[in-house]
T-cell receptor
Framework: GAVVSQHPSWVICKSGTSVKIECRSL??????MFWYRQFPKQSLMLMATSNEGSKATYEQGVEKDKFLINHASLTLSTLTVTSAHPEDSSFYIC???????????FGPGTRLTVT | QKEVEQNSGPLSVPEGAIASLNCTYS??????FFWYRQYSGKSPELIMSIYSNGDKEDGRFTAQLNKASQYVSLLIRDSQPSDSATYLC????????????FGAGTQVVVTP
């Protein structure tokens, strides 16, 4: 149990384009999902907290107009990187909090490369 | 002061020995504590959660929590080469709406 999927697992896009990443909790419901970014050899950096049916809460320094988050259902949250630039190249990881156990489970991550 | 602190390592452990990882946190009101394992290039995997003072054992893993000292540790018994990874300590603070504060992680290298 407690499986979180992400799609795509990797993506290469051109500078200036937008990329959407999906995060799904497959066998549990998640009222809250979290989006992280991780650069090589660095720890996880929380970008935003996504609550089902409401606006996401962004961490300080994260541009909400650049990283659009939608949490339309109890099993799906999406992150859209708009007008991507090479410095946005990173490993993006979502986690979902089980609404019953409150434990958080991570998706496998999406590796984004912007050329 | 960082909210969650871990030694970065690497912690080199002979195969079959015990690996001991430490974590301290600053928010005295924290109630939930987690250990995640992250292999290089992969996302973190939850291996242990602990909420009460004392020890919690799960297979070869034992988590220890001392809230008075604001300290949580992870022991890995009979270490295997497959245990080589970065171990992340995560703490959920009071009223944080489930946000976890992560330490920077301790890299463990198990040598055959």
């Amino acid at each position: 149990g407690a499986v979180v999927s992400q799609h795509p697992s990797w993506v290469i896009c051109k500078s200036g384009t937008s990329v959407k990443i999906e995060c799904r909790s497959l066998d549990f419901q998640a009222t809250t999902m979290f989006w992280y970014r991780q650069f090589p050899k660095q720890s996880l950096m929380l970008m935003a907290t996504s609550n089902e049916g409401s606006k996401a809460t962004y961490e300080q320094g994260v541009e909400k107009d650049k990283f659009l988050i939608n949490h339309a259902s109890l099993t799906l949250s999406t992150l859209t990187v708009t007008s991507a630039h090479p410095e946005d190249s990173s490993f993006y990881i979502c986690s979902a909090r089980d609404r019953v156990s409150y434990e958080q489970y991570f998706g496998p991550g999406t590796r984004l490369t912007v050329t | 002061q960082k909210e969650v602190e871990q030694n970065s390592g690497p912690l080199s452990v002979p195969e079959g020995a015990i690996a001991s990882l430490n974590c301290t946190y600053s928010d005295r009101g924290s109630q939930s504590f987690f250990w995640y394992r992250q292999y290089s290039g992969k996302s973190p995997e939850l291996i242990m959660s602990i909420y009460s003072n004392g020890d919690k054992e799960d297979g070869r893993f034992t988590a220890q929590l001392n809230k008075a000292s604001q300290y949580v540790s992870l022991l890995i018994r009979d270490s295997q080469p497959s245990d080589s990874a970065t171990y992340l300590c995560a703490v959920k603070g009071v009223g944080s709406w489930g946000k976890l504060q992560f330490g920077a992680g301790t890299q463990v290298v198990v040598t055959p």
